[in-house]
């Protein structure tokens, strides 16, 4: 529509991830060759439309995440009543990332979860201002699965005694 281009990618190695389009109505498809290319090279792509599933989320609870087509996310939406501290807590050992978005902007832009590396990745503790929020899951290229997890506040936090030593059993 409006003769824009919508989406512009320089290759395609490899999967691309799901792309919105900003209106209904009949698109261009170009698709051009390396001019490197000296005979016919073949290539193959699927289009599909996706549908987000938009969920509430409440903090200090375990909650699923359900992705279960090519290219779709999980997006759940939260609203924070005061200034508040919140930790991501994954239970999972499928690779994702994660977005969390609020009326401030980005808060954390796609961080990536692999459950062999989660070190790699400190937990941060985020300090979120009062509004409202989003946040979105989202799997590799044509991934499926279910993905446990909560988004916890200190006010559910244990306090620990500086004097008491503790012991992992």
């Known amino acids: 529509p409006d003769n824009q281009v919508a989406v512009s990618y320089t290759s395609?190695?490899?999967d691309k991830d799901s792309t919105r389009l900003a209106k209904s109505g009949q698109y261009l498809l170009l698709v051009e060759g390396n001019n490197n290319n000296t005979s016919a090279a073949d290539y193959a792509f699927m289009w599909h439309k996706v549908e987000y599933q938009q969920q509430s989320l409440s903090l200090d609870q375990l909650t699923t995440?359900?992705?279960n087509s090519i290219g779709q996310k999980a997006i759940f939406n939260f609203s924070v009543t005061q200034p508040t501290q919140v930790l991501f807590n994954a239970l999972s050992q499928t690779p994702f990332t994660w977005q969390l978005t609020g009326s401030q902007g980005v808060v954390i832009s796609e961080r990536s979860?692999?459950?062999?590396?989660?070190?790699a990745y400190p937990y941060a503790l985020l300090s979120l201002l009062t509004g409202d929020y989003q946040l979105t899951l989202d799997l590799p290229e044509t991934a499926t699965a279910t993905i446990p997890f909560s988004l916890l506040t200190t006010h559910a936090a244990t306090l620990l005694n500086t004097q008491q030593v503790y012991e992992q059993h």
């Not at 979860?113 to 070190?119: D, H, I, N, P, T």
């Open 12 to 14: 395609f190695y490899s």
């Open 65 to 67: 995440a359900t992705i």
């Open 113 to 119: 979860y692999q459950a062999q590396s989660e070190m």
